[in-house]
């Protein structure tokens, strides 16, 4: 798994089992891998590639992504059935028919000598559906035991039952934000958001972030890199104050959102399973707790699950395809119909 944070590469060794079509897991063993920070430009700046040079480094890409695996299997002497990919996003613009993650399945696969399930979303968005949010399928039915699932990546999205349907959309920009703020002063995250609890409210910034149309839409929906790049960045590019201070706008902006989308659902004594990297900014949790006051528990997890859910999710969307199962839902991305999506490959 490679999220639009940029953080780097998660991969994890997943058990799944079946048992009266109830499913259980197990994480067997992890590693994450930190982009260098040529790397991570790389990936940052493929959005501007031209149509070759970004084809070539999809190759290029899949090929490193089969050599991690590869050495990680190796080092942790493992047999293993397939390699689940999600690959890194570079395009998401649903609305036009557009969903490209770059990453390709066939040079993984010849590089890595295993059979690999990748390209998650191409087959939703062309049964008209955003291609997105795809974790929900693990959190119905491996994490069904808390009444919302968060997710504080690059972006935060929510994955709930509505009516035994399962509703998830993305709510707002998250460590993108954050992120993006950061860098302006050489750091590559706020650790724990000690600069953001040190920072004031800057009102008009907060009450343009929240003005974001994106905000009225009715799901489903979904964010990408674009939309941040075309809406949000000119907000603080425009906003001149402490870099503090715009971190904790930020962090007020995605916790009020978060909790006016949990509040509109009107469930009661609602507890919510909160992962992703967000999930360490003490100050965002500490600020979303005061806002569902009376109304949900925040619930972190192990760092295990943390740091690794999506890894385990999308290794479980792998196991689902091999067994042409459902691993899209409509009720989430707005597809015509529920899909088993996903591309197999084959080493050769």
Not at 164 to 192: H, T, V, W
């Amino acid at each position: 798994m490679s999220g639009t944070s940029l953080d780097g590469l998660d991969i994890a060794c997943c058990h799944f089992k079946n048992e009266n079509d109830t499913w259980s897991f197990s994480i067997e063993k992890t590693q994450s891998i930190d982009y260098t920070s040529t790397f991570k430009e790389q990936l940052k700046n493929t959005v501007n590639l031209g149509t070759t040079k970004l084809l070539a480094f999809h190759n290029q890409y899949g090929s490193w992504l089969g050599e991690q695996a590869k050495a990680f299997i190796l080092k942790n002497n493992l047999k293993i059935d397939c390699i689940a990919s999600h690959g890194h996003t570079v395009f998401h613009q649903p609305e036009i028919g557009l969903t490209y993650q770059i990453g390709s399945g066939q040079h993984l696969a010849n590089t890595s000598g295993q059979k690999v399930i990748c390209d998650f979303r191409t087959n939703d968005v062309a049964l008209g559906g955003q291609g997105a949010p795809l974790v929900p399928i693990g959190d119905q039915l491996l994490f069904n035991q808390y009444d919302f699932c968060l997710n504080l990546g690059g972006i935060s999205n929510i994955s709930f039952d509505n009516g035994g349907q399962r509703i998830a959309y993305d709510i707002s920009p998250a460590n993108m934000i954050l992120n993006f703020i950061c860098q302006k002063i050489d750091l590559e995250y706020d650790q724990g958001g000690q600069l953001s609890k040190s920072g004031t409210i800057n009102t008009s910034l907060l009450d343009q972030l929240n003005a974001l149309e994106y905000y009225k839409l009715t799901y489903p929906k979904s964010l990408g890199f674009e939309w941040f790049a075309e809406k949000v960045i000119p907000l603080i590019e425009n906003t001149s104050d402490r870099i503090e201070n715009l971190l904790h706008t930020s962090i007020l902006h995605i916790a009020s959102q978060i909790a006016n989308d949990i509040k509109s659902t009107k469930k009661k004594n609602a507890r919510i399973l909160i992962t992703g990297g967000g999930a360490k900014n003490d100050f965002l949790i500490e600020t979303l707790r005061q806002k569902l006051t009376g109304i949900a528990t925040v619930v972190i997890p192990a760092l295990e699950i943390i740091d690794f859910k999506e890894a385990l999710i999308f290794a479980f969307m792998g196991v689902r395809r091999e067994r042409n199962e459902i691993n899209c839902l409509k009720s989430v991305t707005g597809a015509v119909r529920n899909s088993s999506s996903g591309v197999i490959y084959y080493p050769t």
